[in-house]
């Protein structure tokens, strides 16, 4: 074994790659060959020599970039739960390294790698593979809805599910800092503490409805995810609903929640809008 400078990673992984006469074990939790040509033309290279390439990537919904650029060479990408290991080899050489396959990682990470070139460690790895990559490997990729949110824009997904929820139009769009919704006959905003990672939602209400609220609101706004408050304008602002969700988001940009997330939040933030619709209805239902 030897232990291998940050820069040599790279050449390692593309020398064992174009010397390979039999197979290709890669196994990178995340790949991006964007401003790596190289690399992705030698795998490519490879499959066209007839090695067999087994490529092993990470599978969950937010990874679907990193198989996408593997089956984008022609290669098909095996899905392994929970994998974290990086390693490359062949019938004769090997690199184990921190280092993903990654156009990033290669040019502005410090990472740390070692050659493998001896039968017994080869077996090794090999083994390592038959006993805890292999048995991990999922058959399927993640679902339609899954891969959907984890491509498309939070805005876009957040109307659309706000049409299909409240059978109606809606329009999401971002401006003045937050996000604006006008659904259900009304008006909504959704900001994001950036500091706490929480999202705020508001929604506008009368005066009658601002009184409405203190002996009614426990009968509509039941959700265990937020928290509910209002909000008596004065000064030419409206009254408001407004709730904060209780726990805190993996990220304050939306769009780069994890789907788990997503899934989550948007039937809340629909939910929440229906609330308030059915709230002022019946504010109005109970005075005729």
């Known amino acids: 074994m030897k232990i291998l400078q940050p820069h040599k990673i790279s050449t390692e992984i593309l020398d064992l790659i174009y010397e390979a006469k039999q ?3 890669i196994v990178s939790p995340y790949v991006n060959f964007q401003h790596w040509a190289r690399i992705a033309n030698e795998l490519e290279n490879a499959r066209k020599r007839g090695i067999r390439i087994d490529f092993f990537v990470r599978n969950e919904p937010e990874n679907v970039k990193s198989w996408e650029e593997v089956e984008s060479l022609g290669i098909n990408a095996r899905l392994i739960n929970n994998l974290h290991a990086k390693f490359y080899f ?3 050489n090997g690199v184990i390294s921190s280092m993903n396959l990654l156009s990033s990682s290669n040019s502005n990470s410090i990472e740390i790698g070692c050659k493998l070139d001896s039968q017994e460690e080869l077996e090794e790895l090999k083994r390592f593979v038959r006993d805890f990559i292999i048995p991990n490997e999922v058959k399927e990729k993640p679902d339609a809805d899954d891969l959907y949110l984890s491509k498309e ?3 876009v997904a957040l109307e659309n599910y706000i049409a299909n929820d409240a059978n109606g139009q809606a329009r999401v769009y971002f401006k003045n800092g937050c996000f604006n919704i006008n659904a259900c006959s009304n008006q909504f905003t959704l900001a ?3 500091v706490e990672n929480k999202v705020y939602l508001s929604g506008i209400i009368s005066q009658d409805e601002a009184v409405f609220f203190s002996s009614a609101s426990s009968e ?3 959700s265990g995810y937020l928290e509910y408050e209002l909000l008596n304008g004065s000064g030419g ?5 407004g709730a904060w969700t ?6 304050a940009f939306l769009d780069k929640l994890r789907v788990n997330e997503k ?5 809340e933030i629909s939910g929440f809008i229906k609330d308030v619709r059915a709230f002022k209805d019946a504010c109005y239902a109970a005075r005729k």
């Open 246 to 251: 209780k726990n805190r988001l993996s990220n």
């Open 90 to 92: 062949n019938e004769t």
């Open 220 to 222: 509509f706004f039941k």
């Open 153 to 155: 824009k939070f805005a």
């Open 237 to 241: 602002y409206h009254n408001m609903i």
């Open 192 to 194: 994001i503490d950036k």
């Open 263 to 267: 899934k989550m939040l948007i039937p």
């Open 23 to 25: 197979y290709l074990i």
